[in-house]
T-cell receptor, first 112, second 114 residues
């Protein structure tokens, strides 16, 4: 059973701070890693994809991947109240069914 | 604009009734998925399809059925055999070729049993 684990939170950070969200996965064959943001009552929205070890930056977001340790993280710099949402980590294997497996998500609260 | 369209946004089902949720995509994606999300829970896979006229059960397929007669369409039927159908249903699609295989979601259908 392929598993993706996330701390459910909530993670509470002050406005302007760095929010750090973490995710671990069990399948060593995983090749593709994604972060989604889901506002309450809405569908998940893709915000970052990462495929190789290291960091990938996009605006205020940085995804970090460490395949040896089987973890992927998302950093949000200069956090804003509008970043308050649930962040879902998703992992996909390279072979077989290509089905993305999702974690349960981490709730982030950015308070003014 | 390319995207995934789910309808209806809200759906009410009476006890013993079958209902069908629509999912259409114009992204030319081969793979399509149905997930169920309960309050405070993650996404659980119901069914998926990687090619027309073929689909596979996910983790919680009991009480659900699907069809994939066209590449663009992947409707989900919630049957009367599904005893606890109240949930948020999400349809997604993705490419299977190349490196970029992100899944994109429709806006979801919220199903309530009345």
């Amino acid at each position: 059973q392929k598993e993706v684990e996330q701390n459910s939170g909530p993670l509470s950070v002050p406005e302007g701070a760095i929010a750090s969200l973490n995710c671990t996965y069990s399948d060593r064959g995983s090749q593709s890693f994604f972060w989604y943001r889901q506002y309450s009552g809405k569908s998940p929205e893709l915000i970052m994809s990462i495929y190789s070890n290291g960091d990938k930056e996009d605006g205020r977001f940085t995804a970090q991947l460490n395949k040896a340790s089987q973890y992927v993280s998302l950093l949000i710099r200069d956090s804003q109240p509008s970043d308050s949402a649930t962040y879902l980590c998703a992992v996909r294997s390279s072979g077989g069914s290509y089905i993305p497996t999702f974690g349960r998500g981490t709730s982030l609260i950015v308070h003014p | 604009d390319g995207g995934i369209t789910q309808s209806p946004k809200y759906l009410f089902r009476k006890e013993g009734q079958n209902v069908t949720l629509s999912c259409e995509q114009n992204l030319n994606h081969d793979a399509m998925y149905w997930y169920r999300q309960d309050p405070g829970q993650g996404l659980r896979l119901i069914y998926y399809s990687q090619i027309v006229n073929d689909f596979q059960k996910g983790d919680i397929a009991e009480g659900y059925s699907v069809s994939r007669e066209k590449k663009e369409s992947f409707p989900l039927t919630v049957t009367s055999a599904q005893k606890n159908p109240t949930a948020f249903y999400l349809c997604a699609s993705s490419s299977l070729a190349g490196v970029r295989t992100e899944a994109f979601f429709g806006q979801g259908t919220r199903l309530t049993v009345v």
